[in-house]
């Protein structure tokens, strides 16, 4: 008995053996692969899927069941990275990459961050794996889609609405990334780091809390070093706008005259517009 087994496993080892490995084969997909990205702020966010067609089916509560986990696509499971941690629709996120499921109903889709990311379709979909879900409600689209798309739409400084589309239908959710804070964080280390002829650096990081109303003693600071470096067009006017802010607008008037003198004594001339109209709005 012992010298059958050892035969048949001889013989399965020689099989074995004899057969060529299959190579990497790669074909056109019918459902082909997509990815998007967009930066939102200071992060990168970005889908990876794969776009199925309607080809005359039926798709949501055919093709598509309802009431069932999705994948939210074709082939593989699609998945979205965020770069740093984010908020979707309401609740913080990790940075990291997850699979992007979703629950199609009639009148409301349940959507899904799930950790397990890397898995074909939802057949090893583990619901104790999710992060998240939340509900979203379907729209009918303006336009038929061929092609499912996943796509960034409203973007803002510190968010954007992901979109899916398909045949007529659409669903959306929110991210938000936070901006302000990891800006601070690289004008900081940008400033520090800077050349000591370098205006632009400390300037650039003032005009940002400018621009946003944030952090402005700090920004003050760094206003004055690129003034004590150079007076230019654009740290003067800067100059300028801080005081008109801060209710010294005669004071604001005559630095903006200033900046633009500064401009017209340049050899590159600078567009003095915007100087102009800060000086006519101010002086109403």
Same mark, same amino acid.
């Given at each position: 008995m012992r010298t059958i087994s050892r035969t048949i496993a001889l013989f399965a080892v020689i099989a074995a053996l004899a057969t060529p490995a299959l190579a990497d084969l790669d074909l056109p997909r019918v459902s082909p692969k997509a990815t998007v990205s967009q930066t939102v702020g200071l992060t990168d966010i970005s889908i990876a899927y794969c776009r199925p067609g309607v080809k005359g089916r039926v798709i949501w509560g055919g093709l598509v069941p309802y009431d069932q986990?999705?994948?939210?696509?074709?082939?593989?499971?699609?998945?979205?990275?965020?770069?740093?941690?984010?908020?979707?629709?309401?609740?913080?996120?990790?940075?990291?990459?997850?699979g992007l499921f979703t629950i199609p109903g009639l009148k409301e889709w349940t959507v899904i961050l799930n950790k397990g990311a890397k898995q074909w379709g939802a057949y090893e979909y583990k619901q104790a794996e999710d992060l998240l879900r939340f509900q979203v409600t379907p729209r009918v689209a303006a336009a038929a889609t061929e092609w499912m798309e996943l796509r960034f739409e409203s973007l803002g400084k510190d968010s954007t609405e992901v979109v899916l589309a398909w045949e007529k239908l659409e669903v959306s959710f929110t991210v938000k990334v936070e901006v302000i804070e990891k800006a601070l964080v690289g004008a900081r280390k940008a400033v520090a780091e800077a050349k000591p002829d370098?205006?632009?650096?400390?300037?650039?990081?003032f005009i940002f809390c400018l621009d946003n109303n944030v952090n402005?003693?700090?920004?003050?600071?760094?206003?004055? /070093?690129?003034?004590?470096?150079?007076?230019?067009?654009?740290?003067?006017?800067? @100059? =300028?706008? %801080?005081? &008109?802010?801060?209710?010294?607008?005669? /004071?604001?008037?005559?630095?903006?005259?200033?900046?633009?003198?500064?401009?017209? @004594? =340049?050899? %590159?001339? &600078?567009?003095?517009?915007?100087?102009?109209?800060?000086?006519?709005?101010?002086?109403?």
């Open positions: 986990v999705w994948r939210t696509g074709a082939n593989e499971a699609t998945t979205i990275t965020f770069a740093d941690p984010v908020t979707v629709n309401g609740t913080p996120v990790p940075a990291g990459t997850y370098d205006w632009r650096t400390p300037y650039r990081a402005l003693d700090e920004a003050q600071k760094w206003l004055t /070093a690129s003034l004590q470096i150079k007076q230019t067009y654009s740290n003067v006017l800067g @100059k =300028a706008r %801080l005081a &008109a802010l801060t209710n010294h607008t005669v /004071a604001a008037i005559g630095m903006a005259k200033e900046a633009i003198s500064i401009a017209q @004594k =340049a050899d %590159l001339k &600078a567009d003095v517009s915007e100087a102009n109209k800060l000086i006519a709005e101010w002086q109403k």
